[in-house]
């Protein structure tokens, strides 16, 4: 059974472009969240998606922006990057079963971008 | 808001050491709390869970358990091994919340 998966493994952009990356939840999970992690620090919540819609957002700005398809694989799209977008963005997926607190993530390995 | 402090690292230690990595937690009602650890090059991964007060998450001889009067959740392992060297990572699911927030980690190194 694979587990979360994710595209590319790493990334370099110059500041201004846009960038896409991809994930697949585990089998069997519905629900996909993505964490921007910065060198040293960890993940920040970025925002989930559920049901093709963006059920919950962190504190990112617009130029951070998702999608999920039908079959629960998810992108995440960030516009006009700045240095500062540099960090490993890690995607998790969940299978949403009640109380959303005790739902367990299973994390990819990450995509890591750098922003030149 | 909801928010996790976890022990500054690094943490170097030899084999057969006891390992404990201090995590206090600040949050409204009654959160999740969990522990995970990053290998080398990889993702995330659970290493232990606890959903209410007074529960004990263990996993692979590590331990931890809701502490709701002192807000805590301390990782304790008794004796590590080379293999446990990661970054750990305390987290906090607010109640009927989605997100999961993390502390900065916590680089454990353990010297054969």
């Known amino acids: 059974d694979a587990g979360v998966t994710q595209s590319p493994t790493h990334l370099i952009k110059t500041r201004g472009q846009q960038v896409t990356l991809r994930c697949s939840p585990k089998?069997?999970?519905?629900?996909v969240s993505w964490y921007q992690q910065a060198l040293g620090q960890g993940p920040q919540f970025i925002f989930q998606y559920y049901e093709e819609e963006e059920r919950q957002r962190g504190n990112f700005p617009d130029r951070f922006s998702g999608h999920q398809f039908p079959n629960y694989s998810s992108e995440l799209n960030v516009n006009a990057l700045l240095l500062g977008d540099s960090a490993l963005y890690l995607c998790?997926?969940?299978?949403?079963?009640?109380?959303?607190?005790?739902?367990?993530?299973?994390f990819g390995p990450g995509t890591r971008l750098t922003v030149l | 808001g909801d928010s996790v402090t976890q022990m500054e690292g690094p943490v170097t230690l030899s084999e057969e050491a006891c390992l404990t990595i201090n995590c206090t937690y600040t949050a409204t009602g009654y959160p999740s709390l969990f522990w995970y650890v990053q290998y080398p090059g990889e993702g995330l991964q659970l290493l232990l869970k606890a959903t209410k007060a007074d529960d004990k998450g263990s996993n692979k001889g590590f331990e931890a358990t809701y502490r709701k009067e002192t807000t805590s959740f301390h990782l304790e392992k008794g004796s590590v091994q080379v293999s446990d060297s990661a970054v750990y990572f305390c987290?906090?699911?607010?109640?009927?919340?989605?997100?999961?927030?993390f502390g900065a980690g916590t680089t454990v190194t353990v010297r054969a």
């Open positions: 089998s069997g999970h519905d629900t």
């Open positions: 987290a906090l699911g607010p109640f009927n919340d989605y997100k999961l927030s």
């Open positions: 998790a997926s969940s299978s949403f079963t009640g109380i959303a607190s005790y739902n367990e993530q299973f």
